[in-house]
């Protein structure tokens, strides 16, 4: 398609366990932003990807947060050992480049974490 | 540290008239600045953006206003239709940083 897809669109699982979130962004864009938007809250910014440059891991909350983007295209992201507070919707976002607004969204990884 | 607030969780506007969504930030590096639009189960949609070099943005029923001063923003949408019945989202950008800054946005609902 034509937008960034995420996978997948839902996942639910147990507190403890490991998920992986995936994102294809926009073909020819460069860079990769992952966010997460909690209940009543706005984004928040967890990491983001330019080329082959070191990723800015900033945002991510704990270690058992990580992110890898293979072939500067799709992106994982790993949250490893769930907790409830990780419920929230992960939203990836892609642009031309560093810098390069607008990003685009696409639609998110809803997580429930029982 | 919330650095880009919303100050209004709601906002409801009859069709056809002006709906007004203010922004504020406290970071005075942000030079950027965004609106998005996002309807329920779906990621947020780029509407309109505007630099800190300029004043005002138009494009079609939506402008964005910056005042720098005052570091206050406001996304116009006139007249107002019931598809813009959305969640807004401000969000901001510095020149040093790709990541935006988001407020905890602004639901707008627009009523026949």
């Known amino acids: 398609g034509a937008g960034v897809s995420q996978s997948p669109s839902n996942k639910v699982t147990e507190k403890g366990k490991d998920v992986e979130l995936r994102c294809d962004p926009i073909s020819g864009h460069t860079a990769l932003y992952w966010y997460r938007q909690s209940l009543g809250q706005g984004l928040e910014f967890l990491i983001y990807f330019q080329g082959n440059s070191a990723p800015d891991k900033s945002g991510l909350p704990s270690d058992r947060f990580s992110a890898e983007r293979t072939g500067g295209s799709v992106s994982t992201l790993t949250i490893q050992r769930t907790q409830q507070e990780d419920s929230a919707v992960y939203l990836c976002?892609?642009?031309?480049?560093?810098?390069?607004?607008?990003?685009?969204f696409g639609d998110g990884t809803r997580l429930s974490i029982l | 540290d919330q650095q880009v607030k919303q100050n209004s969780p709601s906002l409801s506007v009859q069709e056809g008239r002006i709906s007004i969504l203010n922004c504020d930030y406290t970071n005075s590096m942000f030079d950027y600045f965004l609106w998005y639009k996002k309807y329920p189960a779906e990621g947020p949609t780029f509407l309109i953006s505007i630099s800190s070099i300029k004043d005002k943005n138009e494009d079609g029923r939506f402008t964005v206003f910056l005042n720098k001063s005052a570091k206050h923003l406001s996304l116009h949408i006139v007249p107002s239709q019931p598809g813009d019945s959305a969640v807004y989202f401000c969000a901001a950008h510095t020149g040093t940083a790709s990541k935006l800054t988001f407020g905890t946005g602004t639901r707008l609902q627009v009523t026949l």
């Open positions: 976002a892609s642009s031309l480049g560093w810098g390069e607004q607008p990003q685009h």
